[in-house]
């Protein structure tokens, strides 16, 4: 069931059970395919009045000029693109940046340097690494 739920939704079937909901005693179905069972549940509870049908029939419409797009980006939760992978990490600038640290670190200990020194010069090197 849950792989059901986890589905990308289709356009036109959203906008066939929206188109339905305006001409049938049920409205709301379109609400649940889309994932959006309160909705759903609040158009079924008013199905007696011609609020839903109305709002089903305009959804319907508003589904149908939409591109596939907008359509994924308002309900298949379409992600943005992910950013470009990041250049490899050259290990021996991290073994230096490490050793780098361990002299600040002694320098700290032994009151050559104060804490806000070290932080600064602790973001520095580490921002060098990525």
Excluded at 20 to 37: E, R
Excluded at 38 to 63: D, Q
């Amino acid at each position: 069931m849950s792989n059901l739920l986890s589905q990308p939704k289709d356009r036109r079937i959203a906008t066939l059970l929206a188109w339905s909901g305006a001409v049938t005693p049920f409205s709301g179905l379109h609400k649940f395919y889309l994932g959006q069972p309160v909705w759903g549940v609040v158009y079924l509870l008013l199905s007696w009045t011609m609020i839903p049908k109305f709002a089903s029939a305009i959804e319907g419409i508003w589904y149908l000029l939409q591109n596939q797009a907008e359509f994924d980006s308002n309900f298949n939760g379409a992600l943005p693109p992910a950013p470009p992978p990041s250049p490899p990490i050259d290990a021996g600038q991290v073994e230096a940046v490490a050793a780098a640290l361990r002299q600040l670190d002694q320098l700290r200990k032994e009151g050559l340097m104060s804490e806000y020194e070290f932080e600064q010069k602790r973001r520095q090197l580490l921002d060098r690494i990525a």
